[in-house]
């Protein structure tokens, strides 16, 4: 009932958009191969960097507190991202985020509590309009690929995400292996060679940054009205609709518990897992090379899963095998597992990840899709608005 009611609503301009006109099935294609390498440029340099972070900057835990202070302002910002999105249109808004993952490893080449604390809190911003506006763009785009071409929409999304995620995915593992070749010693090098990683990192995701700029602009600009005062009253309000009505749907609710797993299945290989079990057993060098392992799984998993991605049931199918990997791993740690020695003390850590990388690739991919399927009507408004102006 609240989705019936929303959709009849026009005066709430959907962030998903038909893009069809103007562009060739080839160009979309095109623009998932530049978006998936450019994020995967920017985030092999942040991911490693991350992973870093805590144990370099550790003087009066600036690391950690700077971290907290980045996913508090992620939180916070996420819920108004979208209407920037809307404002500045996809591609403007990916663009606009890499600055903040800029300036924070530019930050890390010389932390302070006077750099760290307000990059962290831009970081903050730009991560919430990168992710909002990658799924934007990737959904728009994947749509009106379907649509041109006569594929099956399902279908397209999955290899669109597929694709994206795999590549994504091995942010973990190029960027581990630069860090264990400039870092041979883990986190116990000199502080030359991490003031070096950093560099290669900077010019990494400067690189990155470039390439996002040559992938195409789609049709989901908003459009402002000349009455400002107008303008800015009714996009408060359609916003903060935005923001309350997707809790009053049921399939929304359904969905919550499997993103929350999936952020907290994240920070158990970022934080426990490479603490408690990679560590004590491989050392710090061996955690770079358990989170490339992580990491290649994972990016495998992720376009074989958006391969076989069709429709609602494949994706419940594909979810149900990646959460089996993860539950195996998660009851041989509570049931039997203890660090051990030899062979056996390098396989185990190494087998872990590759099976938590799966369950990784799984839900990345999967949650995408079913974002994308489950609330389509968005772009089925659009579509429908536009074809009563043109008429």
Excluded at 68 to 97: C, E, H, P, Q, T
Excluded at 189 to 207: D, H, K, N, P, Q
Excluded at 273 to 284: A, C, F, M, R, S
Aim: net charge neutral; charged share 15%.
């Amino acid at each position: 009932m609240a989705i019936e009611s929303m959709d009849t609503r026009d005066e709430e301009a959907p962030l998903f958009v038909d893009v069809s006109g103007g562009e060739t099935p080839k160009s979309r294609t095109r623009d998932v191969h530049i978006l998936s390498c450019a994020f995967l440029l920017i985030f092999l340099a942040y991911g490693a960097a991350q992973n870093l972070e805590t144990t370099i900057n550790s003087e009066g835990n600036l690391g950690t507190v700077s971290l907290g202070i980045l996913y508090v302002s992620f939180a916070f910002f996420s819920l108004f991202a979208s209407l920037v999105v809307r404002v500045l249109g996809s591609k403007n808004a990916v663009v606009l985020g890499t600055t903040g993952y800029w300036l924070y490893i530019a930050a890390n080449l010389k932390p302070t509590w006077y750099t760290m604390v307000p990059v962290s809190l831009y970081m903050g911003f730009a991560a919430s309009i990168i992710w909002v506006g990658e799924g934007t763009y990737l959904t728009s785009i994947a749509r009106s690929h379907a649509i041109d071409t006569g594929l099956h929409e399902g279908t397209v999304i999955g290899n669109f995400n597929g694709e994206f995620w795999a590549v994504f995915a091995l942010h973990q593992f190029v960027g581990n292996l630069i860090t264990l070749a400039v870092l041979p010693k883990g986190t116990e090098g000199s502080t030359g060679s991490t003031t070096l990683l950093f560099i290669v990192f900077l010019c990494s995701m400067t690189l990155g940054t470039i390439l996002m700029c040559f992938i195409c602009k789609t049709n989901d600009k908003e459009k402002v009205s000349e009455d400002s005062s107008v303008s800015f009253c009714s996009a408060v309000a359609s916003r903060l609709n935005s923001v309350i009505l997707p809790l009053l749907d049921m399939r929304m609710l359904l969905v919550i518990p499997l993103i929350a797993y999936s952020g907290l299945q994240q920070a158990f290989v970022w934080a426990s897992y490479t603490k408690d079990i990679v560590n004590p057993t491989l050392g710090e060098a061996g955690v770079g090379g358990a989170m490339a392992v992580y990491g290649a799984f994972d990016a495998i998993c992720s376009l074989a899963a958006g391969r076989l991605t069709s429709g609602l049931r494949s994706i419940t199918v594909i979810v149900c095998g990646g959460a089996f990997f993860q539950a195996l791993i998660l009851l041989w740690l509570l049931l039997k597992y203890s660090a051990t020695s030899g062979v056996l003390g390098v396989i185990y850590p190494l087998l872990m990840a590759a099976f938590l990388g799966i369950g990784d690739g799984v839900l990345n991919t999967q949650l995408s899709a079913l974002l994308a399927l489950l609330f389509k009507h968005d772009t089925v408004r659009t579509r429908n608005k536009k074809e009563r102006l043109h008429s």
